[in-house]
């Protein structure tokens, strides 16, 4: 019997794949990416510049043994299939793959499945392929691109400002923050005032006067036409209006991220955290099944099969009269790699159903795309929209109301979506056309400045705006709310001061490239490249002799921010102290630096991060951080030690092991046995 081999990203998908296949099969894992750009060369960027852009690749810190493993699997085989993710990071990671395991033309083939299910994933051999050159050049020239971009903005601004990094998505998202923040700063609330007549069953607003819009600036306004008016109204017009009210289309990621965020309260990066499992597979009794396609795309496609099956399940389950229809979009921007839009794998698989195989998370994530797909293929719902419009002395008040008359997709969609009856009485039982109001009143209302954007809204505004693609929205808002440059109150985004100064700055020398304009265009130019329309090292040529003279202008001429004195002087110069910061975080140190070397040792701050004595020597464990600020903690006799925790060491032993053991939110696990428990 010959031997494949088919590798995947994900070591979870792998073993719900492997149960799919035959014995002739071993399906393995590459955990992600296993090469990266090294960081030798100029300026660190791992790239040629005077090679035609030529990337030198080196294999990812802590992957050479899995790699190792890999090439002997490879060894072993007779024929390997590449699995890896149906999008142009997947063909990169493939190409990868093929690179570095030396695969040959003869004996690999690239498959790609939408869905985590044994029909799909069986279905995909059958249009077994080569890789596509043209997509892995695209993905490769993004990753050339913010390397570089990123390496040289992030060491500008950590030599000139008080910023972290800087990067060519990243950087543009921040953009939009600062620039809604100084919209709402220079707005100047007006004041304006509006007439509501109040009636038994249903209230009135002023509309017109003369069948022409009239706006109240002033309070003497309001009340001079308050003087004029009677209490009684004639109904001068009912116009009865019955509408459709279409679903929304199935899920993109875009979308998907909005509506977790809105409906659920989650961020874009748990959104996409818990979509990837639901993705990979989870174990309904026996099987494990992938129970949603592919969570990253422009889409909103939907396969001829599952339609077809969805509407058996509408026609059996709640009748053929709610059969919809499938809506098509006039949007062909940026789709990429024509995939589907996210949807269940198998409409039967209802979450109510599976719900004791989910976590509670999973299952209000699961609900919301299985109800949003099922909706989008039901019959649009009906509405009778009732308008009246009253006439008193000239002025027009004017009442709006709806029945809804068919449920259509409401019938499953309802509690996702707002959707409440506001009945107007029957006018034509009124007498002599004439209504009569209980009172009439004006209110005092000021116009209000621009919203601060929300995650959700953020997200919108990047899509609509063609800023970055699907995979990026989430790593971006992580980025510029960890790197500080903005905080989140009442769920929206306020700029820091240190994000504000960052974006000055790039804007003072980098305004023709930090910006939407640019960065959607960039957008366009790789989807060129993965066409084959465009040669991706001239597209980095002609971008390398435009931006890298604009760093070195601003190198050269870029004011450097003064760090902020403290109000102490230094006790061994007299100079004035001064707040500096360094990879590892703010430090308070003499102005007079390096004549004076002078830092302030902050005893009290080093206690609160030392946590307790290290297991492993006689150091102490504390709190660090990485280059990238993530918290993790360490032993202070770094590197002769090595102790190094993501969680938290608690000073508790293991009572299975006598291990360290660690705390994370409400779960104690060991690092040395499987022993965990809850933290009461």
Not at 63 to 80: N, P, W
Not at 353 to 380: F, G, P, Q, V, W
Not at 396 to 419: I, P, R, T
Request: some cysteine.
């Amino acid at each position: 019997m010959s031997k494949k081999l088919l590798i995947v990203e994900s070591p979870h998908k792998s073993k719900t794949i492997e149960k799919y296949l035959g014995k002739e099969f071993k399906v393995v894992s590459s955990v992600g990416h296993i090469r990266d750009l090294s960081t030798s060369g100029k300026y660190g960027f791992g790239v040629d510049i005077d090679n035609n852009f030529k990337p030198d690749y080196k294999i990812i810190k802590g992957k050479s043994k899995l790699v190792k493993e890999l090439k002997k699997d490879v060894k072993d085989a007779d024929f390997v299939y590449l699995a890896t993710d149906p999008d142009r990071e997947g063909e990169a990671i493939s190409w990868h793959l093929y690179d570095t395991l030396g695969l040959k033309e003869n004996n690999y083939k690239r498959i790609v499945f939408n869905e985590v299910t044994k029909k799909a994933v069986l279905a995909s051999f059958d249009k077994a392929r080569k890789i596509d050159d043209n997509l892995v050049k695209s993905q490769e020239t993004r990753r050339i691109l913010d390397r570089i971009i990123g390496f040289r903005l992030s060491k500008l601004m950590q030599s000139k400002t008080g910023g972290k990094s800087a990067g060519r998505v990243q950087s543009v998202a921040l953009k939009l923050i600062v620039d809604r923040e100084r919209e709402i700063e220079a707005f100047i609330p007006e004041e304006y005032f509006e007439i509501e007549a109040h009636f038994n069953d249903f209230d009135a607003k002023l509309d017109t006067y003369n069948h022409k819009k009239i706006e109240i600036k002033k309070e003497i306004e309001a009340k001079e036409i308050l003087s004029k008016l009677s209490n009684a109204f004639k109904i001068e017009s009912v116009e009865k209006k019955e509408k459709a009210k279409k679903s929304k289309f199935p899920f993109t990621t875009s979308t998907l991220q909005q509506e977790a965020s809105s409906k659920l309260g989650f961020s874009s990066k748990k959104t996409m955290m818990i979509a990837q499992k639901l993705y990979e597979g989870i174990n309904l009794k026996d099987e494990a099944v992938g129970l949603i396609s592919y969570m990253r795309t422009d889409s909103i496609r939907l396969s001829d099969d599952f339609v077809k099956s969805t509407y058996s399940y509408i026609k059996d389950n709640y009748g053929s009269e709610y059969v919809g229809y499938v809506k098509k979009s006039n949007k062909t921007e940026n789709v990429q790699d024509a995939h589907e839009g996210i949807r269940p794998t198998d409409i039967n698989n209802v979450p109510e159903k599976i719900k004791e195989y989910l976590s509670n998370d999973e299952y209000k994530l699961y609900s919301l795309i299985y109800y949003r797909t099922l909706a989008s293929l039901m019959k649009d719902a009906k509405i009778e929209a009732t308008s009246v419009i009253l006439d008193n002395n000239n002025y027009q008040f004017k009442a709006n109301g709806q029945v809804l008359v068919f449920d259509g997709y409401l019938k499953v969609y309802s509690k996702y979506e707002d959707s409440e009856d506001k009945i107007l009485p029957d006018f034509s039982t009124y007498k002599s056309n004439v209504v009569v109001a209980n009172n009439i009143e004006y209110t005092s209302h000021t116009t209000k400045p621009p919203a601060r954007y929300t995650e959700s809204k953020l997200i919108k505004e990047m899509e609509e705006l063609g800023i970055g693609r699907p995979s990026t929205y989430a790593k971006t808002i992580d980025t510029i709310e960890e790197r500080g440059y903005v905080t989140l109150v009442d769920k929206k985004f306020v700029p820091t001061e240190v994000g504000i100064e960052t974006t000055d700055r790039l804007q003072e020398f980098f305004k023709d490239i930090i910006n939407v304009e640019y960065t959607k265009n960039m957008e366009d130019d790789l989807d060129k490249i993965a066409d084959g329309d465009l040669e991706w090292n001239k597209l980095l040529e002609l971008f390398y002799k435009t931006f890298e003279p604009k760093v070195e202008l601003a190198f050269k001429n870029m004011e450097k921010k003064k760090p902020k004195e403290t109000g102490e002087l230094c006790p061994n110069c007299g100079s004035p102290l001064v707040i500096k910061r360094s990879r590892y975080g703010e430090f308070i140190a003499c102005s007079n630096y390096p004549t004076c070397k002078y830092i302030k040792n902050n005893e009290e701050e080093k206690e609160k991060k030392e946590i307790m004595e290290c297991p492993k020597c006689d150091g102490k464990i504390i709190e660090k951080r990485t280059k990238r600020g993530k918290t993790f903690y360490g032993c202070s006799n770094y590197p002769k030690c090595d102790f190094a925790s993501w969680d938290k060491p608690i000073k508790e032993k293991c009572p299975t092991c006598a291990g360290t053991l660690t705390i994370k939110k409400n779960k104690i696990k060991c690092i040395n046995c499987d022993y965990e428990r809850t933290n009461e």
